[in-house]
């Protein structure tokens, strides 16, 4: 697990019983989160890793799963 992936799973930890789940497991659709946290989770990584979330960022599919984000947040960085 890198740095960043750590990082992700203890936001999530603030929001789900286990952060340890699947890392593809879809945490919208499994029900573990919901719309608030998703508001939550931009303003995380805004922050954490300064990066801009602009309005096209915010698609489902860069938020949906652990590596999803982890993978969005890299992306980003470069």
């Known amino acids: 697990m890198n740095e960043i992936e750590t990082k992700v799973r203890s936001f999530l930890g603030k929001y789900v019983s286990d952060p340890e789940v ?10 573990l ?10 303003l995380f990584i805004e922050q954490e890793y300064g990066i801009q979330v602009t309005n096209e960022d915010l698609d489902y599919e860069n938020f949906k799963s652990v590596q999803a984000i982890v993978q969005f947040i890299t992306l980003k960085q470069k």
Request: charged letters at 15%; a negative charge; zero cysteines.
């Open 22 to 31: 699947d890392g593809d497991l879809d945490l919208f659709s499994a029900g």
């Open 33 to 42: 989160v919901n719309s608030l946290y998703a508001m939550q989770l931009v």
